[in-house]
């Protein structure tokens, strides 16, 4: 069955430090990979997205994210985190037809 | 000029309540959709709609009713709330219904009392 991993609840991260997320994935075919962002009291924002070629993709907010086929992982990557950071993100592995399987998130916080 | 928008961002009811959410997106979409976030901000899709059609119907009580009017709104209605309906309601949309990139309304969160 497919499913969607991300290890952490919650991760603490000291501002200006670098930050990866975990996502690991379930799934038979090729996947397409999303991460959203989701700060508080707000709606999900995609940040970036994978469906095919370079394995390293690029976002908004500075954010990276790198797809390894062999460790079925799509791992966030910011390499300094701001305040304005702190907020839930999810990954996102979407089947044949694009509907979306969800991750259960991971809160990050910043320490100042 | 807000792209997918949502009413009441607020709602506090009693159980055995009848309640609408409201939701219209200007981005020209035509796939509109409803989530569900629970306390530990599990999503889950309840509905979706393409075009005023619907296109997923997960396993969702059937106090809870869905209706398009047009393909820029999705409402949903839930009659006689129940505690366990507590949650915030995400609408989203996005263009064709293959993308996965999906843009959400800032939520609604439904509190019953």
């Known amino acids: 069955a497919q499913s969607v991993t991300q290890p952490d609840i919650h991760i603490t991260v000291s501002e200006g430090a670098s930050l990866e997320l975990r996502c690991n994935y379930s799934?038979?075919?090729?996947?397409?990979l999303f991460w959203y962002v989701q700060s508080p009291g707000q709606g999900l924002q995609l940040l970036l997205k994978?469906?095919?070629?370079d394995t390293l993709v690029q976002g908004i907010k500075g954010f990276e994210a790198e797809f390894k086929r062999s460790q079925s992982s799509f791992n966030l990557r910011k390499p300094s985190v701001h305040w304005s950071d702190a907020a839930e993100y999810f990954c996102?592995?979407?089947?044949?037809?694009?509907?979306?399987?969800w991750g259960a998130g991971t809160k990050l916080i910043i320490k100042p | 000029d807000t792209a997918v928008s949502q009413t009441p961002k607020y709602l506090v009811t009693q159980m055995g309540n009848d309640k609408s959410i409201k939701c219209e997106q200007n981005?020209?979409?035509?796939?509109m959709y409803w989530y569900k976030q629970d306390s530990k901000k599990f999503l889950k899709i309840m509905f979706s709609?393409?075009?005023?059609?619907?296109?997923i119907n997960e396993t969702v009580p059937n106090r809870f009713s869905p209706k398009s009017p047009d393909k820029a709104h999705l409402n949903l209605h839930i009659n006689s709330l129940e505690l366990g309906d507590s949650a915030v309601y995400f609408c989203?949309?996005?263009?064709?219904?293959?993308?996965?990139?999906?843009?959400f309304g800032e939520g609604s969160r439904l509190t019953v009392l």
């Open positions: 989203a949309s996005t263009l064709g219904e293959s993308t996965g990139e999906l843009f």
């Open positions: 996102a592995v979407g089947d044949s037809n694009y509907q979306l399987i």
């Open positions: 799934y038979g075919a090729t996947p397409y």
């Open positions: 981005l020209g979409h035509d796939t």
């Open positions: 994978y469906f095919s070629g």
């Open positions: 709609y393409n075009n005023k059609e619907l296109i």
